[in-house]
């Protein structure tokens, strides 16, 4: 890693990823900041690494240098940090290269395709003890980071059960992604799996503080046919032979079941192949409030308005805009107040803020190595329990015991 100075200087970075993400995140998170100077890109695919080097050109007048081979790039070039937005496939060995080279690493997130390298990923974090962060941008959103504090405030009483998914109608990019090189569509071809669960639990194990006093224990995943895609691409004319005629492995709706060592469970949908709008699909449960994203509402047991219409619950439906106005946590009235959007609504601009804050200051980053291997861990652990009918599997204490010393305040979106 190059010298840099805390809480100052220009952080010389690399973006591993040229792809529409990656794009993204450059021209509308990275690429406006002051302070980053991205020196160089990689991408195996010639025509997405030239696009990615012509918008940074063009957007901060020079040329960053491009590769086709991270390895190389970080052979070659000292930087500051390391930005991964390649394909699932690549997030792990990307960062596990760069975590070796001490550079620090930001990665977008994915699941697992094995819990060995999950395990090495916390290996190599503690033996090198290289900043890592997976750039869950839903621990950021504002409806989530507002609920937190209800929480932490005792809104909710006990948490007792949440759920959550990736609720998300992907046919035409999975079904083009062959001809577009997209990683989707190979995954989707041969893989069955909660392949995409951190948008959901991210959030969900801040307000029940996995890893920093509890924990998972156990999974045990179910999933049924593949009709969605299939149905789909035979009313399509502009797809491959291959995907035309193929029998995609990935289930259209997948659920996964979580049980917490404090004795709570989790539920993660999956749900991207038949139609539907976008939604993740939280909802919380306590033992004196709930919050449902459904209808946006919720319900507090010894509110007297609430009880009087407990058989009218459509009358309360909507109503949680005024709870997060009045639960507004600080990371959003700064970002709110600073003017900055930044794409997803701020999402993405607020977890680079707390990636590049903590490089800087030094600090734990707020999605450490143990948060990144457990939350990716899902997809490699839903393999599992779908492969053996749905049975439950044990889920592997990535802290080693440390659960019960880490505390929720180590988690830094908490104030």
């Known amino acids: 890693m190059s010298e840099m100075k805390q809480g100052a200087g220009v952080l010389e970075v690399a973006v591993i990823g040229c792809g529409g993400r990656g794009r993204t995140l450059m021209e509308h998170v990275l690429l ?14 010639p025509p997405r690494l030239e696009a990615g080097i012509e918008l940074v050109e063009r957007l901060r007048g020079c040329r960053p240098v491009g590769y086709a081979c991270y390895q190389e790039m970080l052979t070659a070039e000292r930087v500051d940090a390391v930005f991964v937005f390649s394909a699932w496939e690549n997030h792990m060995p990307a960062t596990l290269f760069a975590m070796e ?18 395990w090495q990923l916390v290996d190599c974090y503690e033996r090198t003890r290289t900043p890592v962060m997976l750039l869950e941008n839903c621990c950021y959103g504002r409806t989530e980071l507002a609920l937190l504090r209800m929480v932490r405030e005792g809104l909710f009483g006990r948490l007792v059960h949440a759920e959550g998914g990736y609720l998300h109608d992907l046919r035409t990019e999975i079904g083009r992604g062959d001809l577009k090189h997209h990683y989707r569509h190979r995954n989707y071809l041969l893989r069955n799996a909660e392949n ?23 999974l045990a995943a179910q999933g049924g046919g593949a009709w969605g895609m299939h149905d789909w691409a035979g009313r399509q004319s502009d797809v491959s032979e291959l995907t035309r005629t193929a029998s995609f492995a990935q289930s259209d709706i997948v659920k996964t079941m979580l049980k917490l060592a404090g004795g709570e469970t989790i539920t993660l949908t999956l749900d991207t192949t038949l139609p539907r709008p976008y939604s993740r699909g939280l ?64 999402m993405d601009w607020l977890v680079f803020d707390g990636f590049l804050d903590a490089l800087r200051a030094g600090a734990p980053m707020p999605v450490d190595a143990y948060d990144m291997a457990t939350w990716m861990a899902v997809t490699a652990l839903s393999d599992e329990s779908l492969a053996i009918g749905g049975h439950p599997v044990a889920f592997p204490d990535f802290t080693k015991g440390q659960w019960l010393l880490r505390r929720p305040g180590d988690f830094a979106p908490v104030e």
């Not at 406006?32 to 160089?40: L, M, N």
Request: proline share 4%; glycine share 10%.
């Open 196 to 218: 995409y669960p951190t948008h959901e639990l991210g959030p969900i194990a801040m307000l029940f503080d996995i890893n920093r006093g509890n924990r998972i224990v156990s």
């Open 32 to 45: 406006p900041r002051e302070g980053i100077h991205i020196r160089a890109v990689c991408d195996n695919h």
């Open 101 to 118: 080279r001490k550079t620090p690493v930001a990665c977008e997130v994915g699941g697992a395709y094995s819990v060995h390298e999950c």
């Open 283 to 346: 909802r919380l449960a306590g033992t004196r409030a709930m919050y449902s994203e459904e209808n946006h509402s919720i319900f507090v047991d010894d509110n007297a308005e609430h009880q009087a219409a407990h058989f009218r619950w459509r009358e309360q439906w909507g109503n949680a805009d005024r709870y997060v106005e009045k639960y507004e946590h600080p990371i959003w009235v700064r970002f709110q107040e600073a003017g900055i959007r930044g794409g997803h609504d701020g």
